[in-house]
């Protein structure tokens, strides 16, 4: 038996960052960001407020909704590069909040790919035996950015998505997942340091290694290759034309990558749900996040055909097809 997504849930920090804002912190405009990025405002978690905060708000929604007791969970997949802390995983923190005693737990790291390498990998659990999986996307990218870099600190936002996967009897559920890497593009984007590699040091932070470096421009070529040939995959294994598709819920990286996109793949913008606009690039929690979104604004139905695909640093790409 399929995963199915039994229920959906997300949540997103109060503080709103407009582009006015960040106008007095960098040399940037409010047009600049829209025309480029099509992002308005962001959410920022308060101090304090960490990504299992984020998470376990997103994930109990999530489990109320699929009618599911955290107790019932057998794991609790957490896609995420903002953990709380190096160790103990994030989704060890959620599983303590949420009660869920029976469920093995751990963070997955694939950047803003992260939730669809999750929901490929819990979906293999649910092929498997388990009942009950819980997905989750979440992050507190503020704490990765140069609050002085302008072709960084524009783009992100923090927030978390949350779903239960659970048994399909028939045809609803997770009918494929491709997952890509690509190792030699890591450059692209990275956060140098705070690893093994450049330990956290007084040097490393003088240096400013421990926020993410991004190359923008390449970024967004790659981006748009790889969604456009890792879509039309998914499509052939399914042996679907893009018009079957009721709903495409990309990684809400920019709006411009979106619609090179869609354009590429002939897909009508009407099909495609756009959030980025009020809470920017979230990665991880992106997509679950657009896709809570459209469940509860009444796009997604039982049937309904949906696509979801990213990219991120790694560098990773991904797709899923879901009938709900
Ligand atoms: N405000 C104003 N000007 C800015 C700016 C900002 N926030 N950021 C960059 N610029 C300037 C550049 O300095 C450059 O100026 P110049 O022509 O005088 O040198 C000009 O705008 C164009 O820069 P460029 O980097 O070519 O812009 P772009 O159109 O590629 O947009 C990004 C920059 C970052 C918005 C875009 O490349 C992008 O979104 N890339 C993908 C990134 C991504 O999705 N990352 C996440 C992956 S999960």
Known sequence: ???RIAGTGSYVPERVLTNAELERMVATSDTWIFERTGIRERRIAAPGETCSDLGTRAAERALEAAGVAAADLDLIL?????????????ACLIQQRLGAVRAAACDLSAACCGFVYALGVGDAFVKTGSRHVLVIGAEVMSMLMDWTDRGTCILFGDGAGAVVLSPSEGERGILSSHLHSDGNLWDLICVPGGGSRIPPSEKMLAEGLQYMKM???ETFKVAVKTLEEVAREALSANQLAVEDLDLYVPHQANLRIITAVAERLGLPMEKVVLNMDRYGNTSAASIPLALDEAVRGGRVKAGSLVMIEAFGSGLTWASAVIRW
């Open 78 to 90: 957490v896609a995420t590069c903002t953990g709380d802390a190096p160790l103990p995983s994030t």
């Open 1 to 3: 038996m399929r995963g």
């Open 215 to 217: 190359k923008g421009n």
